[in-house]
């Protein structure tokens, strides 16, 4: 019988050799899927935004390997030089650290008289599929050989992988830990810095401990298996792994999962706590779970469009007060990906027909939201052309033939409601409070305003209905908290415009309302008509809440109500103490009660209520 390398072995050995570069043949492989992230794979490299070289480069008989890295692309390239007609370069790229890889992407030869060439882009990483990558540049001239890999370490600031848990700045275990044998597994989390670790203790020699990580949220973790995996040492009982990261911002992957898992040293079956994201801060925490959905490739949070401008404007909200830039490229992102056309179906059921227009007026002004507090803080001009935009658009369905006054929700003139004419209202105010020498949105702020108070939107109660009937009455329909929100919102800014008393009583009036009627809060707790009983909110009304509360905290910073101030802040601990799971997933019901549901929607509404709350 002829020998036979050991599969583990031979496994080993392909891993040592993959690591150090000193290839023969490409190994265990399989073949590449095209991945998408900001730009799709075979990118031209004359279109990266930077380039580095950030492992050394390798000497093939005389000629020069080299990767190439772009940091703002996530994406990178392999050149060779000093070669002669057929030399080949190429990169490999892993999904599982190296133990097996993507071979030959790009592959390239030197043509003719040339003494180099290169290939084309592939990304490092891939955060719509949630797999974090290795690359490294691989070449034959004569013989074949491979750079180190890049990036095998995640970074998060100053933290990377494989620090000492004695330089935590916290030390917590915010998950029960499990025990098997009698020995006890817990994972460790500095919450601070994003970091974790594992511990086994009660045990002997052989014992294991290690973390698994994940970029979904457990349900795979093809980069993160077996993590520090550390044996207890002769005459110990206890033993830790090395700290690593729960965020990679540079792989634009937030929102990372960790579980500590040990097994006994004469078994093979181990144990594992629960997965856990770290917080930060409670408005962090639920930012990063929010990106964890966002399509990096499509520059959305994909199935809802006005949604997705009302994410959007929660995340600059939480940018804005917490003063952290994880996410600033997401709102380039937003705006580059989606202000061209789109067909029924692409980013909804409707037509989108550029500048973020489609037959929805309502739907439109929530993109013009989004782009007034985009330029709020990143002080672009190309945003707040576009809020006009938009908002030149809505101003077309202004129409005094039909209740005098108020704009149409849809192009097809059906209903004058809520929703599209406190949105109105906001933003024609928004832009005359930032146009120069505008005269032209503050007088149409003002007739709106007018307009909005006789039209019967405001019933007696103080409360805002759905809309108003064919005979341009109050429709009694339901009391959303989103229309109240809009209508506070709308009237505190007017009276930080123009200093008039009405506006500013208005507002007040509307909060009171909100907050003393059980059709919008439950004890003490921000409730819809959909969230009660076995009810259950559908895609949009999961939305409302964060939009509430979005709008009266302004109106507590701009009057600085004790009152306003602590229903804002009752509603964050309401959320953090029932709302939440371990992985900082943040429901619809902010009460905590059951059915409850969350997906990027509630987390988004959810957000807004705790950067609120949160001391800038």
């Not at 190309?382 to 209740?403: F, K, M, N, P, S």
Request: hydrophobic share 35%; proline share 4%; with cysteine.
């Amino acid at each position: 019988m002829s020998a036979r390398t050991h599969p583990v072995i031979g496994g080993l050995l392909a891993l040592l050799l993959a690591l150090t570069g000193l290839v023969a043949l490409p190994a265990p492989s399989r073949a590449a899927t095209p991945v998408c992230a900001q730009a799709c794979d075979t990118l031209d490299p004359s279109k990266a935004r930077q380039e580095s070289f950030p492992v050394p480069s390798r000497n093939i008989n005389g000629r020069t390997l080299r990767l190439h890295v772009s940091d703002p692309d996530s994406m990178a390239w392999a050149s060779i030089d000093d070669g002669v007609s057929g030399d080949a370069v190429w990169l490999d790229r892993s999904w599982d650290r190296g133990a097996d890889w993507e071979p030959l992407l790009g592959k390239a030869s030197i043509p003719g008289t040339w003494t180099g060439t290169r290939t084309l882009m592939y990304n490092i990483t891939d955060p719509v599929g949630h797999r974090r990558g290795w690359v490294r540049a691989c070449g034959d001239a004569a013989g074949v050989a491979c750079t180190d890999w890049v990036y095998p370490k995640v970074c998060d600031g100053t933290s990377c992988d494989g620090a000492d848990p004695a330089t935590a700045a916290g030390d917590t275990t915010p998950v029960p830990s499990t025990t098997l044998y009698g020995r006890t597994i817990s994972l460790h989390v500095d919450q601070r810095g994003g970091m974790a670790w594992g511990v086994i203790a009660g045990g002997g020699a052989g014992d294991e401990i290690w973390l698994d990580r994940s970029w979904d949220g457990g349900a795979s973790r093809p980069e993160g298996s077996s993590l520090g995996r550390t044996s207890v040492p002769s005459g110990a009982v206890s033993t830790r792994t090395a700290m690593f990261a729960t965020r990679d911002p540079r792989g634009l992957l937030y929102g990372g999962a960790v579980r500590a898992c040990g097994r006994e040293a004469s078994h093979q079956e181990g144990s594992c706590t629960a997965w856990l994201r770290p917080a930060p801060t409670r408005a962090r925490a639920a930012a990063d779970a929010l990106m964890a959905s966002y399509r990096t490739d499509e520059g959305w949070w994909r199935s809802s469009w006005w949604n997705s401008a009302a994410s959007l404007t929660a995340l600059i909200d939480f940018a804005q007060r917490s003063g952290r830039h994880d996410y600033d490229w997401a709102i380039a992102r937003t705006f580059e990906q989606n202000r061209g056309v789109f067909p029924a179906g692409g980013r909804s059921s409707d037509p989108i027909e550029g500048h973020f227009i489609s037959r929805a007026v309502d739907d439109a002004a929530w993109w013009a939201v989004a782009w007034v507090a985009a330029y709020d803080y990143t002080g672009e001009r190309r945003y707040l052309d576009e809020a006009v935009t938009i908002t030149d658009y809505v101003h077309q369905y202004w129409d005094t033939g039909t209740c005098g006054g108020g704009v149409w929700w849809n192009r097809e003139r059906t209903y004058k409601n809520a929703v599209t004419n406190g949105l109105y209202l906001w933003l024609t105010t928004a832009l005359h409070q930032r146009i120069a020498g505008d005269t032209r949105w503050g007088g149409l702020s003002a007739t709106a305003a007018d307009w909005y108070l006789s039209s019967g939107l405001i019933n007696s109660s103080g409360l805002v209905n759905d809309g108003l009937t064919a005979g341009c009455a109050n429709n009694g329909q339901t009391v959303w908290s989103y229309n109240q929100g809009l209508a506070i919102g709308a009237f505190t800014q007017l009276w930080r415009s123009t200093g008039t008393g009405r506006y500013l009583d208005t507002a007040k009036r509307l909060a009171d309302a909100a907050m003393s009627s059980t059709a919008l809060t439950r004890d003490g707790v921000l409730t819809e008509s959909c969230d009660v009983g076995a009810g259950s909110c559908d895609d949009n009304q999961k939305q409302f809440k964060g939009i509430f509360v979005r709008h009266l905290a302004d109106l507590a910073d701009a009057t600085g109500s004790a009152t306003y101030q602590a229903y804002v802040a009752r509603q964050a601990d309401s959320i953090w103490a029932t709302d939440r799971d371990a992985l900082n997933r943040l429901g619809e019901r902010w009460s905590g009660t059951s059915p409850n549901v969350s997906d990027w929607r509630t987390q988004a509404s959810a957000l807004e209520a705790l950067t609120a709350a949160e001391q800038p």
